[in-house]
Each structure stands twice: as structure tokens, then as C-alpha cells.
């Protein structure tokens, strides 16, 4: 499922900024896709949770999301490169108190489309409050469970992305 962008739910109570590092290719509709990159992509996205979330359960969406329902994606903005996505991520913890400096990278597992990884640690961020600034690193996992041969080959392939992006940040 792939859902677009809703700029309204930007006016929801709940809201988490996760910026995103990705290798996953976008498709003829402009959606991050499970095919692979040979170039990293960088966001600034800002997911909004539905009011009536109850921690530990696991996000919903849909193809066509209500912000009431539904996690919701509802900013997302390209960031250049690296460098330029580590001084945003070095920016926003600026406005932290200093314990709560931490940069959390969530890296998702086999059969996990682009909305999974991103609302689940949205879900995650919300859920045990954490502190400082979440980076989704989504690799182009196929999200099908016939698909983990696929997984295998891209997480392979999405290894030395990680490794500078952790370098980076």
C-alpha cells in the first residue's frame, strides 16, 4: 500500500518528525518503492497519528488514509545529501535539553514496505516518548513474504549506505 501525502493532517495534535535515509527507487506515481537505488535519498518527514491510538498497537493505514483512522504521512521534503541531512539532524537537537540529545536510527527488517518502517517508528517514537531525533534508514525491502530472497540481496546491497550513514550522523 502506498498512500500520498496529506499536508492537512499537519494540523494534528500528534505529530513526529523522522527524517529518512533511503535506497529504495521512486515509481511512476512518485511512491518510494521496494525496487533499488544506486543513490541515497534524504526526507524531513513529519507522520501525524491518529487521535484514538492506543500505544502498543501496531500503526494502521491505508491507500486511502482519514487522519482520524489512520497514521498519515503529512510533510514529506527532499533533503539534498548526507552532509546536508547531518546538520539538520545536529539542528533539531539543538532544540532538545542536552539529556535528550540522542539520535535513534531505526532500521527495519525483512517484509516491511516504506509506510511500515516509517510509521512504526513514528509508532515508537510516540509510544515510549523518546527523546531527541529519529532517522528511518529504509532499505528497498520487497514487503511481501514471498520476497525475502529480494530482502536478502537488498539488504546486502544497502550495507555500506548504512555504514555511511551512521559515519555521518
Known amino acids: 500500500i502506498t498512500a500520498p501525502v496529506q499536508p ?23 511512491y ?24 502498543g498497537e501496531a500503526p ?9 483512522k489512520h497514521f498519515v504521512i ?3 521534503v ?9 546538520k539538520s539532524v545536529s539542528s ?10 540522542e539520535v535513534t536510527v531505526f532500521v527495519h527488517g525483512f517484509y516491511n514496505t516504506y509506510q511500515d518502517s516509517l510509521f512504526r517508528i513514528a509508532q515508537l517514537q510516540n509510544d515510549f516518548d523518546m527523546p531527541g531525533t529519529v532517522v ?10 514471498l ?3 529480494h530482502d536478502r540481496e537488498s539488504a546486502l546491497y544497502s550495507r555500506d549506505d548504512l555504514e555511511r550513514t551512521l559515519r555521518a550522523l
Not at 518510494?32 to 492506543?54: G, K, Q, Y
Not at 491505508?62 to 482520524?68: E, F, N, V
Not at 527532499?78 to 547531518?86: G, K, M, N, T
Not at 533539531?92 to 540529545?101: A, E, I, Q
Request: aromatic share 6%; net charge neutral.
Open 147 to 149: 520476497g525475502y530472497a
Open 8 to 30: 492537512e493532517a499537519l494540523s494534528s495534535p500528534n505529530t513526529r518528525q523522522i527524517y529518512v535515509v533511503t535506497n529504495r527507487q521512486r515509481n511512476a506515481e512518485g
Open 60 to 68: 494502521t493505514f491505508s491507500a486511502r488514509p482519514d487522519p482520524q
Open 136 to 145: 528511518n534508514f529504509a532499505w528497498a525491502s520487497a514487503g511481501s513474504p
Open 78 to 86: 527532499q533533503i539534498a545529501s548526507l552532509p546536508e541531512l547531518a
Open 74 to 76: 503529512a510533510k514529506e
Open 32 to 55: 518510494l518503492a521496494p525496487t533499488r537505488s544506486s543513490e541515497l535519498s534524504f526526507l524531513d518527514t513529519t507522520v501525524s497519528i491518529p487521535p484514538e491510538h492506543v500505544s
Open 92 to 101: 533539531s537537537l539543538s532544540g532538545h535539553p542536552r539529556r535528550d540529545r
